[in-house]
């Protein structure tokens, strides 16, 4: 069997936003760019304390955070770029990681 390296959050982290900025962040296409199996990937987040779902949670939180701030794209063209199928879908989550709706987070900043 060959030996896989284990990734680092922070590989694993920026596969998932290079991803996310492509398209989208599947399991298997961020496996594949990190040069492992699905489920091998699956396994080291789990040694980690992760899992494959919070890491996407937590890139798409960072840059929705970071895209709110310092760009002029709408709310909308944030939500599709970040993946969601719509701004309300995109604005529900948002409203759940940060208590706060993001054209009120984006004033606020």
């Known amino acids: 069997m060959k030996p896989v390296q284990t990734p680092s959050r922070n590989s694993v982290r920026a596969a998932i936003a290079a991803l996310l900025c492509g398209g989208g962040a599947a ?15 699956q396994r080291h987040l789990a040694a980690m304390g992760t899992s494959y779902r919070d ?15 310092e760009s002029n794209e709408s709310i909308s063209e944030i939500a599709l770029r970040l993946g969601y199928a719509g701004t309300s879908s995109f604005s ?12 009120i987070y984006r004033g606020q900043r």
Do not use: D, H
Request: charged residues 20%.
């Open 27 to 41: 399991l298997e296409r961020t496996a594949i760019q990190l040069g492992m199996s699905p489920r091998s990937l």
């Open 55 to 69: 890491m996407v949670a937590e890139v798409r939180l960072n840059a929705a955070c970071r895209l709110l701030v």
């Open 92 to 103: 529900r989550v948002f409203m759940r990681w940060t208590k706060t709706q993001p054209v």
